[in-house]
């Protein structure tokens, strides 16, 4: 089937919920994905790692660990934590899975996902392979690239939750399926934003949460607003030639996906890496944060990720930079940032 008679055949079949659609993850944000997606009327496939959780799930009608204040429909859920059966029981897949797991979960995978449509809501690369979840989609899976989108804010699970106006973009090289997930992700409080730019987004997602952790480290020592203003102005830039240099990509900085979910993460009380920072900045180690916040915050593995990948490329990075230095070099914050104040401008 050629490409003009293809995509129309796929949007028609979307609509008309010919294509069944699972969510591969069982934190707050593949939490919030489930709501808004069974609120659209759609049954949905739920991979959850723990029995435990699905029980929980099905007896309490929400999530216990992850924005349990949310009901959740669960007649239109088959839930599952045989990842193979979600996955075969599916044409859709929506991956929201943290980043820093995606590798040890998905060689579980024992089915073939490359006739898969897959969209991912990770917000980093994977460790064990420095890529985008896209390219390593499609490098290991061979996954088509067409077939291939991702979800992004500026939006909290915590928000979508409360029902309060958020917005998504939804980014992939095919519009008329880019259109139609967008359609299922849809509601009287969720606006949506259309993209191609599937790599910038990506990495954007990435790099918005080692700038949030900036952001708490900078306000638990003493840095106030005005400083915060001047992180952030430095921190959209520094995201640009990131990207830029990475993959030459000339995209619109200034939209929601890059500036607006750089902005929520770094400034909302939702944010588990700007919380994660600010307990660093107090002088938690790592690892009694972690453990504290019992949430994964993706931009501590963000950093290094960003570290190692910037290794082969000639950008200025001195924010990325001096989070790295505190969180894995074991720097003192106060003297780091003292240091970064003067590379920004």
Partial sequence: MNQSIRRPYINHILLKNKLKIAVLGGGSWATALIKIITE??????????KDINIELIKKYHHNPNYISSTSLNTKQLKISSNINEVIEDADILIIAIPSAFISSEFAKIETSINEKIIFTAVKGVVPQSMLIVGKYLHEKFKVPFEKIGVITGPCHAEEVAMERLSFLTVACSNKNLAKVIALMLKTKYIRIKI???????????MLKNIYAIAAGIAHSIGYGDNFQSVLMSNAIREMKRFIMDVYNLKSNINNSAYLGDLLVTSYSVFSRNRTFGSMIGKGYSVKAAQTEMQMIAEGYYATKSA???????????????????????????????????????
């Fill in 307 to 345: 570290k190692i990948i910037n290794s082969d490329y000639p950008s200025r990075i001195p924010i990325i930079d001096a989070v790295f230095s505190i969180l894995y070099e074991g720097k003192n914050a106060d003297k780091v940032f003292k240091k970064l104040v003067k590379k920004l401008d």
């Fill in 40 to 49: 659209n009327k759609r049954k949905v496939g739920w991979y959850v790692r």
């Fill in 195 to 205: 993209s191609n730019d599937i790599i910038g987004t990506e990495y954007a997602s």
